[in-house]
């Protein structure tokens, strides 16, 4: 299945993506689409659902992050060996995890916007993973059953604030307003037969800047939700973002960085595009 949310900002609906491609209302079946509705009883309830009777909805309307009460936000850095490569940085041993602020989600085609003061602000495609289940202490070889669905992450990144401030961590640079866009849909696990063999790619004003495979991430999803799941416990709803290929602006001699009116457009096969437009700084 393909689930989204659509509307406006914090009034979004339940819907779902037909056969045909269509949007189609699913609240005369669940109110949301959150933390009750990602479990197995609340997906079955959906798969049962006579798709054909569901409303069709008319237009083109706003689609939201597909995914409403996201309590954590996690994210693992340096994921892809050549994305380490060009960041100066070593393979890492082990996964790379920081957060990213749930108050930085947004639609899939939200603009993003630049922080005040902001001249390194960067791009990063990536697979996002959402939780179904409870995961505390789950070993690698079960740790796909308590994924829900996979869905698109850009997971913009302001580098002076991520790697130059005082501090030493990540967070700063990562949870900026609007540096979470997830979408446009949230696609069911069963729908995706390998979710280590999925091209990806984001292209700046129609240049292609990264082109990748999740077959190439250090860490493969089952290890990334196994590993996160011994340091805390991820419950439904909460999102794990893996990682991002080579050809972030970061990288390039000399880098590049997102400036008003640039434009992304971002994918990966199986889950839908993604496109923003950069805006100025708004209080």
């Keep these: ?9 914090g009034r979004e609906k339940p819907g779902l993506i037909d056969a045909d491609g269509r949007l189609r209302d699913l609240s005369p079946v669940v109110g949301d689409i959150g933390p009750l509705q990602l479990g197995q009883p609340g997906l079955a309830r959906i798969r049962k659902a006579n798709t054909a009777k569901l409303p069709l909805v008319r ?3 706003r689609l939201g ?7 954590k936000f996690i994210a693992i850095g340096l994921n892809y060996a050549d994305h380490a490569a060009e960041s100066g940085a070593p393979i890492p041993k082990e996964p790379v995890v920081f957060t990213k602020a749930t108050s930085c989600i947004q639609g899939p085609n939200d603009p993003v916007m630049l922080p005040r003061a902001s001249v390194k602000t960067d ?6 993973v959402v939780i179904g289940t409870r995961a505390r202490y789950v070993p690698a070889k079960d740790a796909l059953a308590h994924v829900a669905g996979y869905t698109i992450c850009n997971d913009v990144s302001e580098r002076e604030y991520q790697l130059e401030k005082p501090g030493g961590q990540w967070d700063k640079g990562k949870g900026c307003d609007t540096f979470g866009p997830l979408g446009p849909w949230l696609v069911t696990a069963e729908e995706i037969e390998n979710v280590q063999k999925l091209d990806m790619w984001l292209d700046l004003n129609g240049e292609r800047m990264q082109t990748g495979n999740t077959r190439t991430m250090i860490f493969n999803v089952a290890k990334l939700v196994s590993y996160v799941s011994h340091f805390m416990t991820l419950l439904p709803g909460d999102v794990l973002t893996t990682g991002t290929p080579p050809g972030v602006g970061l990288g390039m001699k000399p880098p590049k960085y997102l400036k008003k009116g640039d434009v992304m457009t971002l994918g990966i096969e199986g889950l839908g595009e993604q496109r923003q437009e950069v805006i100025g700084f708004k209080p």
């Design 123 to 128: 791009w990063e495609v990536e697979l996002a």
């Design 1 to 9: 299945m393909k689930l989204v949310r659509y509307g406006n900002p």
């Design 59 to 61: 237009g083109k309307p």
């Design 65 to 71: 992050c597909p995914v409403s009460g996201v309590g």
